[in-house]
């Protein structure tokens, strides 16, 4: 089946630093890929849709200054946490949509872990 | 507004048992839904989607939209179902998806 990698799986970084995070179709071309936060023993939250070539669409209530989206080319996506703070300890992860046929299937990477001391 | 609701954050079940994840949608377009489901230490994954009426595992699901609901059942739960599964609403032809808060399936002998 198609892969989608993330990297790096974790990450632990001080307070005020940047982090950035590559999420990658390994086997397929993606026009659009979508980041997701996981809270612990919570759902996914869609922060926004990634889309090759253009601007990134932020979901209500994301900070597109803090999370920074870049879909430079059609297999790589990164998501770029400005100035993390210890809230944006979180869990991330990002989806690929292959198109196939009429529909499509979203491919998920195995996400990575954020900790911001 | 759309809206992916999984009411039981915990189903424990005994092998061999039936197993029923409730799911239920608020949508103004034509619904269509998602069964994902996320092992211990492993990436989230497709199981089931209503358009394709397939059973996978043994895993069952039937769009009701009279009750819009997208109920997943299985006859006799296995240890290895064990596991988190999120309901999804797809709200865009690009694959844009809403989760439900998930269910932690725990299955024991």
């Known amino acids: 089946g198609a892969v989608v990698s993330q990297h790096p799986s974790r990450v632990i970084c001080k307070s005020g630093t940047s982090v950035k995070i590559e999420c990658r179709s390994l086997?397929?071309?993606?026009?659009?890929m979508f980041w997701y936060r996981q809270f612990p023993k919570q759902s996914l939250m869609l922060m926004a849709t990634s889309n090759e070539g253009s601007k990134a669409t932020y979901e209500q209530g994301v900070e597109k200054d803090k999370f920074l989206i870049n879909h430079a080319s059609l297999t790589l996506s990164t998501l770029t946490v400005t100035s993390a703070h210890p809230e944006d300890s979180s869990f991330y992860i990002c989806s690929a949509h292959r198109l196939a046929g009429d529909t499509g299937e979203l491919f998920f990477g195995e996400g990575s872990r954020l900790t911001v001391l | 507004a759309q809206r992916v609701t999984q009411p039981e954050k915990l189903l424990s079940v005994f092998k061999g048992a039936p197993v029923e994840l409730k799911c239920n949608y608020s949508?103004?377009?034509?619904?269509?839904l998602f069964w994902y489901v996320q092992y211990s230490r492993q990436r989230l994954q497709l199981l089931l989607r209503?358009?394709s009426r397939e059973s996978i595992k043994g895993f069952t699901a039937d769009l009701n939209k009279g009750e819009t609901s997208f109920h997943l059942k299985k006859p006799f739960a296995q240890e290895e179902d064990s596991a988190m599964y999120y309901c999804?609403?797809?709200?865009?032809?690009?694959?844009?998806?809403?989760f439900g808060a998930g269910t932690q399936v725990v299955v024991t002998p």
């Open positions: 999804a609403l797809r709200t865009d032809s690009w694959g844009k998806l809403q």
């Open positions: 086997d397929f071309q993606a026009t659009t």
């Open positions: 949508y103004s377009g034509s619904p269509e």
């Open positions: 209503h358009i």
